[in-house]
T-cell receptor
């Protein structure tokens, strides 16, 4: 099956800093989504982005499908950005579940 | 409510007991997924429904796991004769469209934390 690698695995930043999280995948995809899992375990969908660039407030994401990677940018970090960020991909033309990476654990210190 | 609802939030079962976990997807969502998340890991796919049809159950770890969505809305994940290795968070997610050519964002519930003692 498709492999998903996220980097870095852990990241500690001061409030106000910017960060870039990376997701590499091993095969062509037609579905790529970024999620934030908060400290209470809730998974929030940030972006559905199989290709191209999207922005939502302080967050933006870019997927370069031909080179098999996606980037999530967080600007002006806030403590509420802390948690685990997951990239998940799907490559099937039919019914298939997304394959998740192991995540990037982000801690924003005040 | 507008989101995916799961119950119970926490479940403690003795080894060998059967458990049933419920998921209420967002109204009108065609696709429904079950995932299992072990501590410190990403969610792992268990099974997928398109309306009432279970189109993919390749992720179910054993024949003790069974899922249904009889009317294409509420879904139940049942685990028979629970084992300690079944301890995990079970997440349900729904999305508007059928998976495949036209995908749509996945929306997760808060999960059910199952502890088997």
């Amino acid at each position: 099956g498709i492999q998903v690698e996220q980097s870095p695995p852990d990241l500690i930043l001061q409030e106000g800093a910017n960060s870039t999280l990376r997701c590499n995948f091993s095969d062509s995809v037609n579905n790529l989504q970024w999620f934030h899992q908060n400290p209470w375990g809730q998974l929030i969908n940030l972006f559905y982005i199989p290709s191209g660039t999207k922005q939502n407030g302080r967050l933006s994401a870019t997927t370069v499908a031909t080179e098999r990677y996606s980037l999530l940018y967080i600007s002006s970090s806030q403590t509420t950005d802390s948690g685990v960020y997951f990239c998940a991909v799907g490559s099937g033309g039919g019914a298939d579940g997304l394959t998740f990476g192991k995540g990037t654990h982000l801690i924003i210190q005040p | 409510g507008a989101g995916v609802s799961q119950s119970p939030r926490y479940k403690v079962a003795k080894r060998g007991q059967d458990v049933a976990l419920r998921c209420d997807p967002i109204s009108g969502h065609v696709s429904l997924f079950w995932y299992q998340q072990a501590l410190g890991q990403g969610p792992e796919f268990l099974t997928y429904f398109q309306n009432e049809a279970q189109l993919d159950k390749s992720g179910l770890p054993s024949d003790r796991f069974f899922a249904e969505r009889p009317e294409g809305s509420v879904s139940t994940l049942k685990i028979q004769r629970t084992q300690q290795e079944d301890s995990a968070v079970y997440l349900c997610a729904s999305s508007l469209y059928r998976q495949g050519r036209h995908n749509s964002p996945l929306h997760f519930g808060n999960g059910t934390r199952l502890t088997v003692t």
